[in-house]
Nanobody
């Protein structure tokens, strides 16, 4: 059974940092491109970042480029999203995603507020 479980969200002040994790089970992530998405209240889910199978290439949404870093640990079957210089507009539920067909985690809430 494929599962993706996100963790690491929380409340942080503007300018702060958080590190999200996504633990995968039921499949081996080393075979797949992995992605992070987010969904803010009242908005559609949007792409945040993706990483290739070996981690050699990462791509980011323009809104997070230079502030977020996606990584993976294939040995642990996990992916990560390091988020720095957080802004209130980063407030959203963050989801990890894989397509083979498509699976989503349950999401982790990130709230950026003073």
């Amino acid at each position: 059974q494929v599962q993706l479980v996100e963790s690491g969200g929380g409340l942080v002040q503007p300018g702060g940092s958080l590190r999200l994790s996504c633990a995968a089970s039921g499949f081996t992530i080393s075979r797949y491109v992995m992605r992070w998405y987010r969904q803010a209240p009242g908005k559609e889910r949007e792409f945040v970042a993706r990483i290739t199978e070996t981690g050699g290439i990462t791509n980011y949404a323009d809104s997070v480029k230079g502030r977020f870093t996606m990584s993976r640990d294939n040995a642990k079957n996990m992916i990560f999203l390091q988020m720095n210089s957080l802004k209130p507009e980063d407030t959203a539920v963050y989801y990890c995603n894989v397509v083979f067909p498509e699976y989503w985690g349950q999401g982790t809430q990130v709230t950026v507020s003073s």
